[in-house]
């Protein structure tokens, strides 16, 4: 493709994006759910006025680079380690069933083991921005129903970047025949390394801060090119992403995410860092973010879903059952009253951006085909939306409850 026509492409794709991402920011929906639909409406589904091709895929690989970097600056380790019984039971509860439904439906469908396992881990996924705009708007983000909401959305994030990991080490292994536990012990292992190694960093920038940012952030004020904290974070996550997937052998999303996570704002100064993270976001969520959903909407192709259209409902009904029985099980047992419970479960159902990130590495990687990719993509689309429209009765009677007490 010419480069004239890759500008003409994403000029197509940046206005169709912003338009409907903005319609649905203002009736109350998630904008992701408008930029999905856009790709949907001009791609090859309806107008074919992008076509998915090479260049695409490219863009649409930086662009996972940079939502997965800012996935991981906007989390704090401490907040992860520290996170309470009560998180840990409903996160772990609302993430293993969907994942175990979704893989028994999946294999007695006569999918592979290991596209079985994927579709069980998209369906098992729970999207953290949604479920902060939900609680954001009725001021209970920080109360105890709105923390636990949000950490275990993360911990289920992070279980899902784990389970994708031994999916990959898994295809690479050729076990979609059959189960090889020596081949799953080592890719556990090497994922328990990697993790571990960056949490064991986090802990040593942690213990070393009355001494090591004193010494660090002035060597980084005297250079004298522009934005060189902003280069020097781009190239330490482009180390860190690339040993993951050359030495330990994990996708480079993972290494990317998890480098995110460690970047100690005190060793660049917290002015640094804060700039830094201003310029992340803006290219993220001006160009990256609208243009990647896009990008998943072009890739859709509405006639395969309609030719599976009982594999389709048959995966929706187990994706949204499991997830909203899971978060009420686990909210019942962590102590929530019904409908606080019902209110996370419905919270906890929304897939939006990990869901899609990684049904488009596994689409990529040969995981899963355009058919099994496409219903995937359709499932979180819905789900995104039923997330704040089925939650918000519920949150208004909770917020009602604390404002009267």
């Known amino acids: 493709?010419?480069?004239?026509?890759?500008?003409?492409?994403?000029?197509?794709i940046l206005v169709a994006a912003r338009l409907l991402g903005e319609v649905f920011q203002r009736i109350g929906l998630p904008s992701v759910v408008g930029e999905l639909l856009a790709g949907i409406i001009i791609g090859p589904?309806?107008?074919?006025?992008?076509?998915p091709d090479e260049s695409l895929t490219v863009l649409s690989d930086l662009a996972v680079f940079f939502l997965m970097f800012l996935s991981g600056l906007e989390m704090d380790p401490r907040e992860i380690r520290k996170a309470g019984i009560s998180a840990g039971i409903l996160s772990i509860i609302a993430f293993s069933l969907p994942l175990i439904s979704g893989f028994g439906v999946s294999y007695l469908l006569g999918l592979t083991l290991v596209q079985s396992l994927f579709m069980g881990l998209l369906l098992s996924i729970t999207a953290v921005p949604v479920s902060?705009?939900?609680?954001?708007e009725f001021g209970i983000l920080k109360s105890r129903l709105g923390t636990t909401v949000i950490t275990a959305a993360v911990i289920?994030?992070?279980?899902?970047?784990?389970?994708?990991?031994?999916?990959?080490q898994l295809n690479q292994s050729g076990a979609s025949a059959e189960i090889h536990f020596d081949q799953i012990i080592d890719s556990l292992l090497k994922i328990g390394a990697f993790i571990g190694g960056i949490f064991?960093?986090?802990?040593?920038?942690?213990?070393?801060?009355?001494?090591?940012?004193?010494?660090?952030?002035?060597?980084?004020?005297?250079?004298?090119?522009?934005?060189?904290?902003?280069?020097?974070?781009?190239?330490?996550?482009?180390?860190?992403?690339?040993?993951?997937?050359?030495?330990?052998?994990?996708?480079?999303?993972?290494?990317?995410?998890?480098?995110?996570?460690?970047?100690?704002k005190e060793i660049i100064r917290k002015q640094n860092f804060e700039r830094v993270y201003g310029i992340i976001s803006a290219i993220t969520f001006g160009f990256f973010a609208p243009i990647f959903f896009a990008i998943i909407g072009i890739n859709i192709q509405i006639e395969l879903i309609v030719k599976s259209i009982?594999?389709?409902?048959?995966?929706?009904?187990?994706?949204?059952?499991?997830?909203v029985g899971g978060g009420y099980i686990g909210s019942r047992l962590s102590g929530f009253s019904k409908d606080e419970s019902l209110a996370i479960a419905y919270l906890m159902n929304g897939r939006g951006m990990v869901e899609l990130v990684i049904a488009s590495i596994g689409f990529a990687a040969g995981l899963i085909d355009l058919t099994l990719f496409s219903i995937a993509v359709v499932i979180g689309f819905i789900t995104t939306i039923m997330a704040p429209v089925f939650s918000r009765p519920y949150v208004t009677k909770v917020r009602s409850k604390v404002l009267t007490k």
Do not use: C
């Open 1 to 12: 493709m010419s480069t004239e026509q890759l500008f003409v492409n994403v000029v197509i």
């Open 200 to 264: 064991l960093v986090d802990i040593l920038f942690r213990k070393t801060s009355h001494w090591l940012p004193k010494r660090v952030a002035p060597l980084i004020e005297k250079l004298q090119t522009k934005e060189a904290a902003f280069g020097i974070l781009l190239i330490t996550t482009i180390v860190v992403s690339l040993i993951a997937q050359t030495i330990i052998g994990l996708h480079f999303i993972i290494g990317t995410f998890f480098s995110g996570l460690i970047v100690y």
């Open 45 to 51: 589904s309806i107008l074919s006025l992008v076509k």
């Open 132 to 136: 902060a705009i939900v609680l954001m």
């Open 310 to 323: 009982p594999i389709f409902i048959l995966l929706m009904a187990v994706a949204v059952l499991s997830k």
């Open 156 to 168: 289920n994030d992070i279980l899902s970047l784990i389970v994708l990991s031994v999916i990959f």
